[in-house]
């Protein structure tokens, strides 16, 4: 960590949540594929190399109040911002509690109403746009939050993230853009996606700041969205991050990425980085981190458990919500 | 009871919304101080300010996506697109997001929200101020199409549509705007979205249309029936998604004899949707074959005068159409 979590005011106790909610994102994600490959459920689209990054901003957010418009891979911001295990296995297995969608869209197509996620599709960026109509509205009625929009950098090339950007820039809207950068959009790398050195230098034309972050270095990632969050000024953060799994269950990355590249990024990994750093500091115990996996994998056993148990929607209410029910004019 | 224009009646809907609701505001292209391009938001920048007659960057699918961003948070937009034909840079937030909103969260989001585009061909606009574009949309389950044929419906169904929990697409004809006039209830009043509307009733044959072709066809009847004594029947579809399928089975009935009119292209267009409806449900009440009418199957109309006037429907066109269906 360039920055100690003491300089960042962040106390010891708030640096091991934030290993914890990181551990519990990669494990979740673990079992997802396990789920996949063993024929439980059908698809799985991951966050793995992206935790610190995710955990970071989430944890610069005021979760209580702030909108998040996540993109599929923001496991660990989701989970962050109060959608449990549970919920998250309901959702891959496809059930009828999935509060996502009540096993109507595909696995991490997030969405929560109470915790303020919003609904997202698989058109890529759409999101942008979003984030800058809740802004918009927000400061119409004075509410006092911020918006949090994520995607990829791949994404970054849509038309919707141009559009979203300059109205959210015109208006000085307080969204913080945040591009996680994996270097790859499905099989295409960085230099055949995007024209710039950086997605973030293009927030001079969108009147905001814009910043590189080390996305695998959860500390640095909180700083920079952190300060966004106080500017009270719209903020454009590219974290750079690695994807240490195949874009998703049905892609095989060795047709395109190299053993030696593939072996690299897994020797970037933030999750392990920070806990060493951890244990330098002193904080982190083979007790302490043995206790945090088994709690991890009792919670994941039981809501694995639980999900593949509930039932599926019923087909009497498959066509129902195309339209409001019962609401009057 | 007033008259007034049908582009009034667009005006008066908003204003009268606006000062209902505080949740309304209108935002799109050059909607504010200019109070648009045909004026159809005039006066409501200086009654309401700019934050709630929001003029946009010139991006249809910014204006669209946040209209959806904002709905979700609990106001209820109103998005104007300059003209339809530039609504296609708006289709994947209003397909892809708007109308499955709903449905895809399992009613946990909606996105209760108004997206206003003047279509329609006659005002010299050349192939891209002209389109009726509506059968774009006319698949999407989660949509609403409606398109209002003279003031007092233009005035309903914008409150409606405003009022409405889902999103609704309103296709204001923009050669109707000062063209027809007509009258409008002093009250507060909503026209049922989902409901089509006899606007003429007769024995000899029956027409299905909707916007301008409406007024068209009426007029056409009227004089059919003074001097050929033709009683045409006239229903005006009024929502064009979803269809009222009763009302429309219910009105080809009534003669055996069915017109079908729209000045889009003709393939593909709302009409064959209700021709297939009237196929379906009322093959052994017709005395004749569907008849359809439509604009030719060429990308849209010329701009040059007499070439728009050959590309569109005209009221020559619809009197042949209906004497040559009567005389089956």
């Not at chain 2, 209830?185 to 249309?209: H, M, Q």
């Not at chain 2, 003669?255 to 079908?260: D, M, S």
Request: hydrophobic share 40%.
């Amino acid at each position: 960590m360039t920055v100690s979590h003491k300089e960042a005011n962040l106390t010891d106790q708030q640096a091991l949540d934030i290993y914890f909610s990181m551990l519990r994102a990669r494990r979740v994600d673990e079992r997802l594929w396990l789920l996949n490959r063993s024929g439980k459920i059908p698809f799985v689209i991951s966050c793995q190399g992206q935790e610190a990054a995710q955990i970071g901003a989430a944890y610069a957010l005021d979760l209580t109040k702030d909108y998040l418009a996540p993109y599929y891979r923001d496991l660990g911001v989701v989970l962050e911002a109060g959608m449990t295990i549970q919920d998250v296995m309901l959702n891959a297995f496809a059930k009828a509690e999935d509060p996502n969608s009540g096993g109507r869209q595909m696995q991490a197509h997030w969405g929560q109403r109470k915790n303020r996620i919003l609904s997202g599709s698989s058109p890529v960026t759409t999101q942008v746009v979003h984030a800058a109509g809740v802004a918009l509205a927000g400061r119409m009625k004075r509410d006092d939050f911020y918006t949090f929009v994520s995607l990829g950098e791949g994404s970054s090339n849509q038309g919707d993230f141009h559009e979203g950007l300059n109205f959210i820039g015109v208006h000085q809207l307080p969204v913080i853009t945040f591009v996680e950068n994996n270097q790859y959009a499905i099989s295409t790398p960085y230099d055949r996606q995007v024209a710039s050195a950086t997605v973030a230098q293009r927030a001079t034309s969108y009147n905001m700041p814009g910043e590189v972050v080390d996305g695998t270095d959860p500390i640095a990632t909180y700083i920079a969205v952190k300060k966004a969050r106080e500017s009270g000024r719209p903020a454009l953060i590219e974290a750079l991050c690695q994807r240490l799994t195949p874009h998703s269950s049905d892609d095989d990355h060795r047709i395109y990425r190299t053993t030696e590249e593939l072996e690299d990024d897994k020797q970037k990994d933030g999750l392990h980085h920070y806990e060493q750093y951890l244990v330098e500091q002193g904080l982190l115990t083979e007790e302490l981190k043995a206790e945090m996996e088994a709690t991890l994998k009792r919670e994941i056993n039981e809501a694995t458990t639980y999900a593949e148990q509930a039932p599926y929607g019923s087909v009497e209410d498959n066509l129902r919500y195309v339209y409001a029910e019962g609401e009057k004019l | 009871m007033r008259t007034i224009s049908y582009i009034e009646a667009i005006n008066e809907a908003m204003r009268e919304e606006m000062q209902r609701d505080e949740n309304v505001f209108v935002l799109g292209e050059d909607v504010g101080k200019k109070g648009g391009v045909f004026r159809a938001t005039d006066g409501l920048y200086d009654e309401f300010g700019e934050d709630r007659v929001l003029d946009t960057p010139l991006a249809e699918s910014a204006i669209a996506g946040v209209a959806v961003g904002a709905a979700m948070y609990g106001m209820k937009p109103i998005a104007e697109m300059q003209f339809a034909d530039f609504i296609l840079p708006a289709v994947n937030q209003i397909i892809s997001e708007a109308a499955k909103m709903r449905y895809r969260s399992n009613n946990d989001w909606s996105c209760p929200l108004v997206v206003r585009a003047p279509f329609g061909g006659g005002v010299h606009g050349g192939l891209y101020h002209s389109q009726s574009v509506e059968a774009i949309f006319a698949n999407q389950p989660g949509l609403k199409i409606v398109v209002p044929s003279n003031p007092a419906d233009a005035k309903g169904l914008l409150k409606a549509a405003i009022r409405d929990p889902d999103p609704v697409l309103y296709f204001e004809h923009k050669k109707a705007y000062r063209l027809l006039k007509g009258e409008v209830p002093n009250e507060d009043y909503v026209v049922p979205i989902g409901k089509a509307d006899v606007k003429r009733s007769g024995e000899d044959l029956t027409v299905i249309t909707y916007g301008l072709m409406v007024d068209q066809t009426l007029k056409v009847a009227e004089e059919l029936q003074e001097e050929q004594d033709i009683s045409v029947h006239v229903l005006d579809l009024r929502t064009i998604y979803p269809l009222d399928q009763e009302a429309i089975i219910e009105a080809a009935r009534k003669t055996g004899k069915v017109l079908l009119i729209t000045e889009d292209n003709k393939e593909g267009s709302i009409i064959g949707e209700v021709a297939a409806i009237v196929a379906e449900h009322c093959l052994f009440d017709l005395d004749a074959p569907i008849k359809r009418l439509a604009a030719p199957d060429a990308p849209s109309m010329p701009y040059a005068q007499s070439l728009e006037k050959d590309f569109m429907v005209t009221p020559d066109q619809i009197e042949a159409a209906i004497v040559e269906l009567a005389a089956f």
